[in-house]
């Protein structure tokens, strides 16, 4: 017996370590070989999966996918019937930017069905356009040219916003700005108390800004448009989550008449230009007495064209469009004023820099928007302002191809996100001078480059004070840089699809802050806990702050 047990034992211990050496092969061949599939954000329940943190719980969610896969992206999050990917990093995002093959209809057939009441026939011409936007279509794309509408979208755009419709734009939005500060605040030196900044930015600058891109004919025939705008932005994140209408009639509501305006709008604005050919501006820079603009005129043209769209889808494309114009460059403007007044040094230091740029004429004031483009203080509380509040979902989606980034594969249209907010947070990147700046506070001096300071600039360790230093020896002026943060500041997003809003943005914000920095006081009267900011629409906007501002203002000029 004691015989036979020997081989037994023997030959059991020899198979066992045979497994065991096998075993620990394959395991150390996966390790060798990793796998291209993103990793999965861990979540308990199966079938929700991680729908309702996801969807729910944004903020919350993003933190913990960022410390489940420790830089590690992209990441797979697995939604009730779909998944998306998450994607960071600076490499990620550049080759994300860089890459001519993605497309964003998919993403803006979504939203345009869900928050701007978009029928599903009109949707399905976004969806299953795959030809991208460059006048190339993508190369495996057979959307005929007709519904081709991301390019026609886009050629629009850029011409109206980026070329030469740009200056005149500004220019109206100028003049309409100035008007209505000056019917809000008429009297020369007499306080005016005002209980809430937020509406007072949305009612002057929502409405001076919608002016200047669709005229006055749209305010004029739906006085309440703009007011309604702001409620239903306060809504749009129920729609966005895909709530139904019996939960949420008055988003459903609100919606509609919103609409409603618009295709009113669309309608006079038509007659108008057939009855009065000879009113039709002779070039994009001149303002269109209807339409406002050349190129919101030739939009609604284009669009009517494009397969499956009809007078109502065309008004929600509009409503998304107006939408995406006013609701982040206004709370935007306003998180820049109500730092530079929360803090009465940097309102004078800010005034008597200005002093070259903006003065006071006997018309109202004189900008010189040049001048004021290239004010280092005034430009690093900009860009300090979007790092700080934009908190938006940049969407993309290959259509044809698998997507292949940092070796993980990505599905052929399976959909893409980059969150700005998460770029803008990146402790491992941004400078935050040791920790006496976190990220989530505002440093206005943060995008400032002192040439004499390593430990100054955005970035850590300061690359651009060495850069300065070597370019410019003897100099030692502060100056505002975005140089290096390409992949790292994105508020615009990025590539062909960036924000084709971002040079008006921009100058909307420097000039307000500009004009109101020049011709009021301006004094805050919250308690310092009234002045925090929230994340109420994060993935699809900027930070607002928590609760009403109210303030007095008095005319410097
Ligand atoms: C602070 C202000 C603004 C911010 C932070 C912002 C941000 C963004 C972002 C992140 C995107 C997506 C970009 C991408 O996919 O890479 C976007 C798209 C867009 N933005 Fe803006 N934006 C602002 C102001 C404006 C303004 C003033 C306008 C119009 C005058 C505008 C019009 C648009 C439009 C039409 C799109 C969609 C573009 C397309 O069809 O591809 N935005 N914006």
């Keep these: 017996m004691f015989f036979i047990l020997i081989p037994c034992v023997a030959a059991t211990i020899v198979a066992t370590s045979l497994i065991f050496n096998v075993l620990v092969g394959w395991l150390r061949a996966l390790e060798k070989a990793p796998s291209t599939t993103a990793q999965t954000v861990p979540y308990t329940i199966p079938f929700i999966k991680s729908t309702f943190s996801f969807v729910f719980n944004g903020p919350d969610f993003y933190r913990r996918a960022s410390n489940f896969c420790q830089g590690q992206w992209p990441v797979r999050v697995d939604l009730l019937n779909d998944e998306v990917y998450l994607v960071q990093g600076q490499k990620n995002i550049l080759s994300v930017f860089s890459n001519p093959g993605l497309t964003v209809t998919r993403a803006y057939g979504i939203v345009l069905k869900y928050c701007f009441g978009m029928d599903q026939q009109a949707v399905d011409v976004y969806v299953s356009d795959t030809s991208g936007s460059r006048h190339r279509p993508i190369s495996s794309s057979t959307t005929p040219h007709n519904s081709r509408v991301s390019y026609h979208t886009h050629e629009n755009l850029t011409q109206g916003l980026l070329g030469s419709g740009l200056d005149s734009t500004t220019q109206r939005f100028e003049a309409a700005l100035y008007a209505a500060l000056d019917k809000a605040v008429p009297s020369i030196s007499d306080w005016k108390f005002e209980p809430d900044l937020t509406q007072f930015f949305e009612e002057h600058l929502g409405t001076a800004l919608l002016q200047a891109l669709c005229g006055p004919l749209l305010v004029e025939e739906s006085p309440n448009l703009v007011r309604k705008l702001w409620q239903y932005d306060k809504l749009i994140m129920a729609l966005a989550k895909r709530l139904p209408s019996w939960l949420i009639p008055g988003s459903y509501q609100l919606r509609d008449e919103l609409l409603a305006m618009i295709m009113r709008w669309h309608k006079l604005a038509t007659e108008l230009s057939t009855a009065h050919p000879e009113r039709k501006p002779s070039d994009q820079s001149q303002a269109d007495p209807y339409w406002g603009s050349a190129m919101m005129r030739e939009r609604n043209k284009m669009l009517l064209t494009i397969d499956g769209q009809d007078r109502r889808s ?10 995406a114009s006013i609701t982040n460059v206004v709370p935007s403007t306003m998180t820049l004023s109500t730092h530079i007044f929360h803090d009465s040094t940097l309102a004078r230091e800010l005034r008597s820099r200005l002093q070259e740029c903006i003065r006071p004429d006997t018309d109202g004031v004189q900008c010189n928007m040049e001048k004021l483009a290239k004010e280092p203080l005034l430009l690093s509380m900009y860009a300090e302002t979007l790092r700080f509040g934009v908190q938006i979902h940049v969407p993309r989606c290959s259509p044809h191809q698998p997507l292949n980034l940092a070796d ?19 402790e491992e990147v ?56 390409e992949g790292i500041w994105i508020p615009y997003g990025g590539g062909q699809h960036a924000c084709p809003g971002r040079l008006l943005a921009k100058r909307v914000m420097l000039l307000t802050s500009a004009m109101l920095v020049t011709m009021f006081d301006v004094e805050l009267l919250a308690p310092e806990s009234a002045l925090q900011f929230q994340s109420s629409r994060f993935g699809f906007g900027v930070r607002k702050p928590v609760a009403q501002v109210p303030f007095r203002i008095r005319r410097r000029c």
């Design 408 to 426: 993980k594969i990505i599905p052929a249209n399976k959909l893409l996100l980059i969150n700005t907010a998460l770029a803008h947070t990146d």
């Design 314 to 323: 065309v008004a929600s494309t509009d409503l998304g469009f107006i939408w």
């Design 430 to 485: 941004w400078n935050t001078r040791d920790g006496q700046y976190p990220l989530n506070t505002f440093w206005a001096q943060r995008f400032l480059v002192d040439p004499a300071d390593p430990r100054s600039g955005p970035l850590k360790p300061s690359r651009f004070a060495k850069q300065l230093r070597t370019a410019h020896p003897d100099s030692s002026r502060e100056e505002f840089s975005v140089q290096g943060l």
